[in-house]
């Protein structure tokens, strides 16, 4: 009876060993502050699970179906990937769909699940803000414009608890960025747009407005600003009324960018401590809530989002042509 016992564990130890996948590996830890290996291990295993996208963006953890979602910009496609599966494509198009070609850049970009558990995207062709039922399909049209005038190419988004997006709108998405002739608007903004649907413009004066998230406490907005010249992460009070105060200067990353270091502030999310993850120059920059750097995961690459996945402690990054992902010790904000 225990010969059978022992073979019965030796080939169920077998199968697990065999059904378990094994991934590539890539980058690597690079701790800063004596506080880093309390929120990351420095021989954490980044790995990659999917490859050969043209520019991978807007990741989403889907908790449902344990999958996640992300943007394939110049594609025009949105994927999905989980554990089981493996990759498949969600929806294709994804962010223009007009006729013949819109730019380099016509797919969906930032992607958020709403409070209603739909799915959010930031469209560049289309040039809006929809909500998309995961199931159902049939996209809703959030926001296209303000003052009459079409955005330029929505990039990223956030919900606020009082239900308001914000969201940023740099050039990025059109055929001659900055220069094309089909902009309508002087400035690259970052809007709110209420749970009424009114777009009201909150912040005018960044050159090139990319990623946001909100603190914890849903008080402080985060902005990436994604110019060479001026790399770096704003951040600005959230005021009782939704508007958005006074930014400052949060963490100045233009001087690694100069040493060359290949990669400009873009996606950000927040940990349940404060802490910024944010992609910037070679990957990604762990920020404290006081504007200290702790360290960064350096992968070499042009590294655009990041968001929380599987029980919220995995972080998902987005890697020029690859889908990453790294376990690390802290949660998501409001996980």
Not at 20 to 39: A, E, M, V
Not at 56 to 62: D, H, K, M, N, T
Not at 216 to 235: C, F, I, N
Request: contains cysteine.
């Amino acid at each position: 009876m225990k010969k059978i016992s022992v073979l019965i564990f030796l080939c169920t130890f077998s199968f697990s060993v065999v059904a378990q996948k094994i991934y590539p590996t890539r980058g690597r830890i690079l701790s800063i502050h004596p506080s880093f290996n309390q929120i990351l291990d420095r021989d954490a295993v980044i790995e990659v699970l999917a490859s050969g996208f043209k520019w991978a963006e807007g990741p989403v953890w889907i908790k449902e179906n344990n999958s996640l979602l992300f943007s394939d910009v110049p594609a025009n496609t949105i994927y999905q990937w989980n554990e089981k599966s493996g990759l498949s494509v969600f929806l294709t198009p994804s962010g223009y769909t007009g006729r013949g070609e819109y730019s380099d850049e016509p797919g969906s970009n930032g992607l958020i699940m709403n409070q209603k558990g739909e799915l959010v995207a930031c469209e560049h062709g289309d040039r809006r803000l929809t909500s998309m039922h995961l199931l159902k399909g049939g996209k809703r049209t959030l926001a296209d414009g303000y003052e009459g005038k079409r955005f330029n190419s929505p990039n990223d988004v956030v919900q606020h608890n009082n239900a308001s997006y914000y969201f940023t709108d740099p050039p990025y998405g059109l055929a001659l960025k900055h220069n094309d002739p089909s902009r309508e608007l002087e400035h690259f903004g970052v809007y709110r747009c209420s749970p009424e649907g009114q777009v009201s413009l909150q912040i005018s004066d960044l050159s090139r407005p990319n990623g946001l998230a909100f603190s914890p406490d849903q008080k402080t907005l985060y902005v990436a600003v994604s110019d060479p010249e001026h790399a770096v992460w704003m951040s600005y009070p959230v005021l009782e009324d939704g508007s958005i105060g006074k930014g400052e200067t949060f963490y100045d990353a233009t001087e690694a960018l100069k040493r060359g270091k290949a990669g400009l502030p873009d996606g950000l999310k927040v940990d349940y401590k404060g802490n910024l993850w944010a992609s910037g120059p070679g990957g990604i920059w762990i920020l404290n809530p006081e504007g200290k750097l702790l360290g960064r995961i350096e992968m070499d690459e042009l590294t655009s989002n990041c968001a929380w996945g599987d029980d919220g402690a995995t972080l998902y990054m987005t890697v020029n042509g690859y889908l990453c992902r790294v376990r690390t010790k802290v949660k998501g904000a409001n996980w």
